[in-house]
T-cell receptor
Framework: QKEVEQDPGPLSVPEGAIVSLNCTYS??????FMWYRQYSRKGPELLMY????GNKEDGRFTAQVDKSSKYISLFIRDSQPSDSATYLC???????????FGIGTKLQVIP | EAGVAQSPRYKIIEKRQSVAFWCNPI?????LYWYQQILGQGPKLLIQ????????DSQLPKDRFSAERLKGVDSTLKIQPAKLEDSAVYLC??????????FGPGTRLTVL
């Protein structure tokens, strides 16, 4: 079992839709949860970073962590064609421990 | 603020040849990471440096891969000899605080 599981998609939605991206993880020691966005032929870019359970909002993006069910979510409101990218969830247990990435979900927002 | 720089951006080599990648992290970032990203997969950590010391190299295939970070700034990753399965994007990242990593554009390696 991979430590961080993510559906690779692809996921296609119309412009303006609410997008829900999800991951599950198995390592109970994970405390930090990140979402990265990766455009084609570019390096990943940190979008959201949360510690432990709860919600965090930044503009059109909301990250949600439920440690009881080991479930990580990213919601994108009013999705735009520029949101078309691969979204990687990632987790680690803090300090300088290794960050474990999911395989990424490819999102396409259709105008 | 300048981002993480990597070179070359693309490299094509034949199997059994050697190749080296270079990374210049964001100024002041003490932690530097090398990742391997195979097509359709997430980045896999190869090695993590804290200044010029190695923190984690548990997933580095040490029989063929080597990395160094002299003077705690720039870093090079070398593969010798390369295998077909080494075809991937090699990403360098740096961080000031462990969880917030900033990635470079990557080097796309094709081994024929």
């Amino acid at each position: 079992q991979k430590e961080v599981e993510q559906d690779p998609g692809p996921l296609s939605v119309p412009e303006g839709a609410i997008v829900s991206l999800n991951c599950t993880y198995s390592n109970s020691a994970f405390q930090y949860f990140m979402w990265y966005r990766q455009y084609s032929r570019k390096g990943p870019e940190l979008l959201m970073y949360t510690y432990s359970s709860g919600n965090k909002e930044d503009g059109r993006f909301t990250a949600q962590v439920d440690k009881s069910s080991k479930y990580i979510s990213l919601f994108i409101r009013d999705s735009q064609p520029s949101d078309s990218a691969t979204y990687l969830c990632a987790s680690d247990s803090g300090g300088y421990q290794k960050v474990t990435f999911g395989i990424g979900t490819k999102l396409q927002v259709i105008p | 603020e300048a981002g993480v720089a990597q070179s070359p951006r693309y490299k094509i080599i034949e199997k059994r040849q050697s190749v080296a990648f270079w990374c210049n992290p964001i100024s002041g970032h003490a932690t530097l990471y090398w990742y391997q990203q195979i097509l359709g997969q997430g980045p896999k950590l190869l090695i993590q440096f804290q200044n010029n010391g190695v923190v984690d190299d548990s997933q580095l295939p040490k029989d063929r891969f080597s990395a160094e970070r002299l003077k705690g700034v720039d870093s090079t990753l070398k593969i010798q000899p390369a295998k077909l399965e080494d075809s991937a994007v090699y990403l360098c990242a740096s961080s000031l605080r462990g969880n917030e990593q900033f990635f470079g554009p990557g080097t796309r390696l094709t081994v024929l």
